[in-house]
């Protein structure tokens, strides 16, 4: 599970990240989940995505 560069380094301020932890929910992270747990970064990418829709608009 990866983030684009913009999202990850928002989530790298989270100490929770650093201890390999979900920065969303703090749980601890399976071997492919980077940053956020797989829910979260469901979450995470669909805010994003409604982000970017809203400011291409403009
Ligand atoms: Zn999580």
Do not use: P, W
Request: with cysteine; proline share 0%; charged share 30%.
């Amino acid at each position: 599970m990866t983030l684009s560069e913009e999202q990850i380094t928002d989530y790298e301020r989270n100490s929770n990240t650093a201890a390999g932890l979900c920065a969303g929910c703090a749980r601890v992270l399976d071997d492919d989940e980077v940053h956020v747990c797989g829910q979260c970064s469901k979450e995470f990418t669909r805010r994003g995505a409604d982000e970017s829709a809203k400011g291409s608009k403009v």
